[in-house]
């Protein structure tokens, strides 16, 4: 019984939803056909609207819309303060964080919760087209995010109702996407300019392993930008749109327009602007573009160069370069790209859905149906802890493969002290306050004695997802240490445990309790199941040692089932299902034999 | 680098409690056994202490261990195996980290094999003598730079460090030999050992002066905003 893993790209402006069958990607269309879900949440008097017909609200004054949220996820107020003019719609600060005010509903509301309409629009888009309900989940984020924004996006994951596997890499993703795991060994670039983000990876391939040699990027430089750098093209040419542009609409405008041209242009040669209410007739030219946006490809190579440095990668090494996200379509992006490597560009597979099929891809891996891919990526930011005089002292480089763990010994510093104070780091910075606060860690309940002679060993853990844990053991003892943990950014576990309780994403829908009915449905079947084999069989086929222990393994499932914690439940029925597997194979080996009669197989 | 299993019989499955040993896999459960169980580095990866090593070898190593422990392959086991694959993973990983570089291979191996083993690593200084060799070279490649430009002092330096590398690399296989020949790890020679750590740490300080040098690819690193 394999699982159906999902994949689902949660992009700033579209989102979409992937999955593997029977060894072939498919992305799952909407009624429509469109496979592209526009991130875009409206809120009315009308309720909750997302996508296309959401998008449709953008001027309707009664509607509040959301787009672009994922440019808020898991940052602070002062973070996102800059880019707050170029949304239509209103962020306020709450308790530090950008909330977006719910005015018909006197509340405010999170970016991981618009995140959270969009997954689980795309979650029920699945479960009718699979006609099967769908719970796992692979979601991609650009390969730059920092732990806040990953531990967000996972959050989103949850009060949509989904089981996220795994965050994956954007870049990594549309690698595995590619399909370059059978036979194309070597080093390839992935270069994935989206519309707000901009990542570059470097990855060697050999024999189906996936490994990251370095990753870089920039998480405000984006397509939306070359839009920013043609408005102001215009406004330079005819000043007195700078008056006009003062206002919400005419900027959107001006942005919508600029954004049409700049596509026509990866076609076309020239194209005429024309708007007459603000008087603008305007030709733009390729190479006027070109001119443009050149600041701006130069600033994708910065990261390209420093990644390909970290990795000790000299540039004629890369043996291809895959292109990802809208904004390569750029020809000017594509030519730089070759004047660079000057080696083959992968751009077949639809840079809109590369990093969704990518990530189909990983769901299946981690399905347990997929076995000769595996994907080793690595931290993109340096952790460290401030020390003494407001440094930072790194404990985990960037590009480090991760899973990754540094452990490090705390101790106190005055006679009696019971608590600790770790303020953990993420960037490349020297001084602590020029780097993102991640999280402040206490180290609570110490037993008072002199100064010193505390030994607390802290463990930092980054997983899989790039998302960090932080356990601590007292070495005296060898108890575990408690740890209390104030996030910086991003909302803290107890507000996301109160907001999938009331989201009105699912509102009825609390995931903890969904998960012990599924656990407990599913431990039944095989307790079902091990009780009738069990009935049937007798000492010989089961000597009485092993029914014992399948039977001492029952009583504890069972027992599990009278608690409320589904992932023990979860665990147990798994041990049974490992208890009675060498009978499993046993009764099949057997009724093969039966079946074939003793005869000897024909070749 | 011992994992949760600290108060338990190590060369017994933390599962089924028969004999593992220094097996991956149980081979009565066929569950994952926690690595951190062994002494360094170089038996997690299952390869012979050494200071020279063949970059294909390690790198299938590590792939294979890869395959083995990784999270991604652990996703249906309880939470319990779940931890084992990830603690094992990271570790796996910090071990090829550390021995794909010969440098930092060499400073790992003095610090594993050394008379006094922490986990730690030994504080090394520079001698006196190496300290002002050292400051004196960084002085005069500043000034070099300062007059024409940072190309020819970056070129200057790239030869003093190819140089130390080579007499670190052949220190390394003066002392291999002697492994080979039999001689217990804890058993080289004093002054190879001394040699070794000096000239690494020598090393360490030209990259330093490399690193101050070079012009940067840009503002790197994470700014605010
Ligand atoms: N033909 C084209 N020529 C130039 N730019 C284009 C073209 N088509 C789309 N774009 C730009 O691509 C950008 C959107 O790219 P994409 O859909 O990959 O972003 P996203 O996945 O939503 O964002 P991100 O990956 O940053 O989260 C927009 O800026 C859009 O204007
Ligand atoms: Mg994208």
């Given amino acids: ?58 001027n309707d004054p009664e509607t509040t819309v959301v787009y672009s949220a994922k440019r808020l996820m898991g940052k602070s107020y002062d973070d996102v303060r800059e880019e707050l003019p170029r949304l239509s719609y209103p962020v306020e600060s709450v308790r530090d964080l950008p909330m977006i005010p719910d005015r018909l509903k006197n509340r405010h509301i999170s970016p991981p919760e618009i995140g959270a309409v969009v997954l689980a629009e795309l979650k029920k888009r699945a479960e009718i087209y699979l006609n099967q309900p769908i719970q796992d989940a692979v979601i991609t984020v650009p390969a730059y995010f920092n732990d806040a924004q990953r531990q967000a996006t996972k959050d989103a994951g949850q009060m949509a109702g989904l089981n996220v596997l795994r965050i994956v890499n954007e870049p990594t993703a549309a ?124 600033r994708t190579l910065v990261p390209v160069r420093q990644a390909l440095e970290d990795a000790g990668v000299p540039v004629e090494r890369v043996d291809g370069v895959i292109l990802v996200g809208g904004a390569t379509r750029l020809p000017r992006i594509k030519e730089a790209v070759r004047d660079l490597f000057g080696k083959p560009i992968y751009d077949s597979v639809d840079p809109d859905l590369v990093v969704a099929e990518g990530a ?26 401030e020390t003494m005089g407001g440094v930072t002292s790194t404990l985990i480089p960037r590009n480090t493969t991760i899973p990754t763990q540094a452990k490090e010994m705390f101790t106190t510093f005055l006679d009696g002290q019971t608590r600790v104070d770790i303020h953990v780091l993420q960037g490349e910075r020297e001084l602590a306050k020029d780097n993102r606060s991640l999280a402040r860690f206490s180290l609570t309940g110490i037993e008072p004695m002199i100064a010193g002679a505390a030994r607390i060993e802290v463990t930092f853990m980054i997983d899989a997802n790039g998302i960090l844990d932080v356990r601590a053991v007292d070495q005296r003892t060898g108890q575990s ?7 910086s950014y991003g909302l803290s ?56 222990g399948i039977v001492e393994q ?34 099949m080996n057997h009724s093969v034999q039966e079946a074939l009669g003793g005869k000897a197989v024909d070749n | 680098m011992s994992v949760s299993s600290a108060h338990t019989d190590p060369s017994l499955c933390w599962n089924c409690r ?30 012979p202490v050494r200071l020279i090593m063949e970059p294909g070898q390690l790198t299938d190593r590590f792939h294979g261990k890869s395959r083995i422990f990784h999270p991604d392959f652990h996703q249906d086991e309880e939470s319990g195996e779940q931890l084992i694959s990830l603690e094992n993973a990271a570790l796996v990983n910090q071990a090829f980290k550390t021995l794909k570089d010969p440098y930092d291979r060499a400073a790992y191996f003095l610090d594993l ?36 430009g940072t190309d020819e002092a970056l070129s200057r330096l790239a030869r003093r460090v190819a140089e130390e590398e080579t007499r670190i690399l052949d220190l390394m296989k003066k002392m291999d030999a002697l492994l080979e020949g039999g001689t217990d790890a804890g058993q080289l020679p004093e002054n190879d050992r001394s040699a070794l750590r000096q000239a690494l740490e020598y090393r360490k300080y030209l990259k330093s002066i490399e690193r101050d040098l070079k012009p940067r690819p840009g503002n790197i690193g994470n700014p605010k905003h």
């Fill in chain 1, 481 to 487: 240490q408690g740890v209390v943990v104030h996030s």
């Fill in chain 1, 493 to 548: 576990r107890d507000d996301v445990r109160d907001l999938i309780k009331e989201s009105f994403v699912h509102a009825k829908e609390d995931f903890e309790t969904r998960l012990l009915i599924d656990a407990r449905t599913e431990a039944r079947t095989v307790l079902n199941a091990t009780r009738r084999a069990l009935e049937r069989l007798d000492d010989a086929i089961v000597p009485p040692e092993e029914r014992a």
């Fill in chain 1, 175 to 298: 690698a595995l996407a590619y399909g370059f795991g059978s036979g194309k060994d070597g080093i390839f670039a992935i270069y994935d300019l989206g519309g707000g983000t901009f990542d570059f990876s470097l990855l060697k391939i050999q024999k189906g392993i996936f490994e990251v040699l370095a990753t870089n990027g920039d998480t405000h430089l984006g397509g939306d930008d070359f839009d920013q750098a043609i408005v102001r093209h215009w406004q330079s040419v005819h000043p007195e749109l700078k008056n006009s542009s003062e206002r919400y609409e005419v900027r959107d405008l001006l942005r919508k327009e600029a954004e049409k041209a700049k596509i026509a242009l990866s076609t076309t040669d020239s194209s005429r602007v024309t708007v007459p209410s603000l008087g603008l007739d305007s030709t733009l030219t390729r190479d006027i573009l070109n001119r443009l946006v050149e600041p701006l490809v130069q």
């Fill in chain 1, 554 to 587: 029952m009583r504890l499932l069972e027992t599990a089932m009278e608690g409320t914690d589904g992932r023990k439940v979860r665990d147990e029925t798994t041990r049974l299902d490992q208890v009675t597997r060498p009978l499993a194979e046993r009764l």
């Fill in chain 1, 1 to 58: 019984m394999s699982r159906t893993v999902v994949g689902i790209d949660l992009g700033t402006t579209n989102s979409l939803v992937a999955v593997m069958i029977d060894d072939r990607i498919v992305v799952i269309p909407d009624d429509d056909g469109r496979p592209l879900l526009p991130s875009v949440v409206a809120f009315s008097q009308a309720g909750v609207q997302v996508g296309y017909s959401a998008k449709a609200r953008l």
């Fill in chain 2, 18 to 47: 028969e004999t593992v040993s220094d097996a991956d896999i149980c081979p009565s459960c066929v569950k994952i056994q926690p690595v951190g169980r062994k002494a360094d580095f170089y038996s997690i990866l299952g390869l």
């Fill in chain 2, 113 to 148: 094999t050394g008379p006094h083993h922490s986990p730690q690593g030994q504080k090394t200084t520079l001698s006196p003598i190496l300290l002002m060799e050292v400051m004196e070279l960084k002085e005069s490649l500043e000034e070099e730079a300062g007059e024409r």
């Fill in chain 1, 360 to 385: 189909a891809v990983q769901g299946h891996i981690l399905s347990g149906q997929r076995k000769d891919l595996l994907l080793l990526d690595v931290t993109p930011l340096s952790l460290g802890i």
